[in-house]
T-cell receptor, first 114, second 115 residues
C-alpha cells in the first residue's frame, strides 16, 4: 500500500506562472518530508525539505507547505522557468524508532512552456 | 561535495547473463541504497545497507542480490538478467541518521537494457 502518493503524473505550466505539485501521505508517524528533482538520464537531486513541526519552508523560488491534519504537502515554484521541467519526487521519513529510510512517491512530471 | 559514482551510464546485456552494477561514494557514508526507476512506478527500493557486510531487502529484492565488502562500495547483482529488469538503476548514499535532514545523494544512474 502506497504511503506517499503523488496523484498527478504530469503538470504543464506556462513560464512565469506558479507551479504547484501535490503530495499526500498516509503514515501519521512521518516527521520529515523532502522534495527531489530529476532530469532525464541523471540521478535525483535534493531540492528542499520540511520538518513536521513546521508548516512552511522557503528556499528562493521554492516553497514547501505542510498540512499535517490533512496529511498533505505541496511544492510551489514561483516563477516557473523552462529549466524547472523535470520529474519531481516527494519523499517522507519516519525518524523515531526506525532507520529513517526515505519513502518516495511515484513522481510528477512538470513541463514549463516558454 | 559528496560524489556517488556509478560505473556505467548505459549497459546492454543478454537474457540470462550475470550483471554487476557498481556504485562508489567518497564521503564515508554508512548508508547506501539501490533503487530502480520505471515510468509510472517511481523509485522503488531494491536493497540497502547500513554498514560493511550488512544488507537489508527493500521492496522489490527478487532477482537481485548485493555485496558490500568495503564501506565505499555497494554492488548490485542480477544473477540471471531478464527483460523485466530493463530499467534505470540508481545508487544513493547518506550518513547514518541524516537522510531525513539532508536527503540522499544519488548517482547519475545506469540505464540497463536486457535483450
Amino acid at each position: 500500500d502506497q504511503q506517499v502518493k503523488q496523484n498527478s503524473p504530469s503538470l504543464s505550466v506556462q513560464e512565469g506562472r506558479i507551479s504547484i505539485l501535490n503530495c499526500d501521505y498516509t503514515n501519521s508517524m512521518f516527521d520529515y518530508f523532502l522534495w527531489y528533482k530529476k532530469y532525464p538520464a541523471e540521478g535525483p537531486t535534493f531540492l528542499i525539505s520540511i520538518s513536521s513541526i513546521k508548516d512552511k519552508n522557503e528556499d528562493g523560488r521554492f516553497t514547501v507547505f505542510l498540512n499535517k491534519s490533512a496529511k498533505h504537502l505541496s511544492l510551489h515554484i514561483v516563477p516557473s522557468q523552462p529549466g524547472d521541467s523535470a520529474v519531481y519526487f516527494c519523499a517522507a521519513s519516519e525518524v523515531r524508532g526506525s532507520q529513517g529510510n526515505l519513502i518516495f512517491g511515484k513522481g510528477t512530471k512538470l513541463s514549463v512552456k516558454p | 561535495d559528496v560524489k556517488v559514482t556509478q560505473s556505467s551510464r548505459y549497459l546492454v546485456k543478454r537474457t540470462g547473463e550475470k550483471v554487476f552494477l557498481e556504485c562508489v561514494q567518497d564521503m564515508d557514508h554508512e548508508n547506501m541504497f539501490w533503487y530502480r526507476q520505471d515510468p509510472g512506478l517511481g523509485l522503488r527500493l531494491i536493497y540497502f545497507s547500513y554498514d560493511v557486510k550488512m544488507k537489508e531487502k527493500g521492496d522489490i529484492p527478487e532477482g537481485y542480490s548485493v555485496s558490500r565488502e568495503k564501506k565505499e562500495r555497494f554492488s548490485l547483482i542480477l544473477e540471471s538478467a531478464s527483460t523485466n529488469q530493463t530499467s534505470m538503476y540508481l545508487c544513493a548514499s547518506t550518513a547514518f541518521g541524516t537522510g531525513h535532514l539532508y536527503g540522499y545523494t544519488f548517482g547519475s544512474g545506469t540505464r540497463l537494457t536486457v535483450v
